[in-house]
């Protein structure tokens, strides 16, 4: 079975500078990958999402992933947060046999300093 | 365009009574429809998931039980909650097709007392 670590419970960065949200996945082949963000008391919004081809991935918001099949990593970069990007983040994995289900990672909440 | 609605918004109940949320997707058939439960620092874990009216998946042995009546509803019930039942339930469906995204509603707070 599949599974993702995100190694990071929380991260701090300052309003204007880079982001890396790591995450890590297990499983015997490419799976499909997705990052989702969530602002408090509300549900998870789709950022972006790979399932093949060109392995660096842009989304909404300014995001973007790289899939890097030799680490089993998808780490999400953003060039420059902004406070409203204060919120927590989820890296998800999908595969072809799962029957559609997709295990999610414990997610990275990231706090946003001026 | 698909929207997917998920109330109550937030619902207070008693140990011991029953409970049902829905949750009622527009704009597409024939979705996949699942139900997640999103504990504090424990990410989401995923309850049941169904593929088709009538048919349920349940992922974790529990208290709760799902139904999909019609095509686009998804419905999560417990005839006895429990003080452990407390949680944000999340609602999601997703398009066929292998490789489509699951796309999640506002969510549910409940809180037992």
Known sequence: ?114 | SQTIHQWPATLVQPVGSPLSLECTVEGTSNPNLYWYRQAAGRGLQLLFYSVGIGQISSEVPQNLSASRPQDRQFILSSKKLLLSDSGFYLCAWRGTGDSQPQHFGDGTRLSIL
């Open chain 1, 1 to 114: 079975a599949q599974s993702v670590t995100q190694p990071d419970i929380h991260i701090t960065v300052s309003e204007g500078a880079s982001l890396e949200l790591r995450c890590n996945y297990s499983y015997g082949a490419t799976p499909y990958l997705f990052w989702y963000v969530q602002s408090p008391g509300q549900g998870l919004q789709l950022l972006l999402k790979y399932f093949s081809g060109d392995t660096l991935v842009q989304g909404i918001k300014g995001f973007e992933a790289e899939f890097k099949r030799s680490q089993s990593s998808f780490n999400l970069r953003k060039p420059s947060v902004h406070w409203s990007d204060a919120a927590e983040y989820f890296c998800a994995v999908g595969t072809p046999e799962g029957y559609s289900t997709l295990t999610f990672g414990k997610g990275t909440m990231l706090l946003v300093s001026p």
